[in-house]
């Protein structure tokens, strides 16, 4: 039997595939859209140079990220950083009257640009769950919900 024998070949690709498939992921949680928010805007929005490098390094502990999750989640920030620079003029246009109070147009383009922003993290966030390993999926699905429900995880200042 040589090493190019193709029923070695099929057989070992039998054994592998299946741990590789990725399985459907249940529908994204309100808590696991406000922690995938949570961690693309770290990501994506350190203001100090090295501070998006720091936070990955810490997910890559975190979850066990390998190269190419970390490249995932590196690019899902990217994205959601690019949305929020073109969203960020419109809402820095919106002002309220001098009393304090947003128009009820205001406060529906305001309302509008933040449906954008949480349609962007939804994809995002079933994106990266869909292209990572399954036990990774289940680790930033549970610290999602724990953190969430603790309290722990504060809103994401746009």
Request: overall charge positive; glycine content about 6%; aromatic content about 4%.
């Amino acid at each position: 039997m040589s090493h190019s024998d193709p029923k070695i070949f099929t057989a070992l690709l039998a054994v592998v595939l299946p741990c590789c498939a990725q399985t459907p992921q249940p529908a994204l949680t309100p808590d696991d859209l406000k922690y995938f928010g949570f961690v693309l805007a770290q990501v994506a929005g350190a203001s100090q140079p090295n501070a998006p490098a720091a936070v990955e390094r810490r997910l890559f502990h975190l979850y066990g990220l390998n190269t190419q999750e970390t490249a995932i989640l590196r690019g899902a920030s990217l994205e959601l950083r690019a949305l929020m620079n073109q969203l960020s003029p419109a809402a820095r246009s919106i002002q309220p009257d001098r009393n304090g109070k947003l128009s009820a147009a205001n406060q529906a383009a305001l309302s509008a640009l933040a449906a954008q922003r949480d349609q962007k993290i939804e994809l995002l966030a079933n994106r990266i769950l869909s292209q990572v390993r399954p036990q990774v999926a289940a680790l930033f699905r549970l610290n999602g919900r724990v953190l969430s429900t603790r309290g722990n995880l504060g809103s994401i200042r746009r």
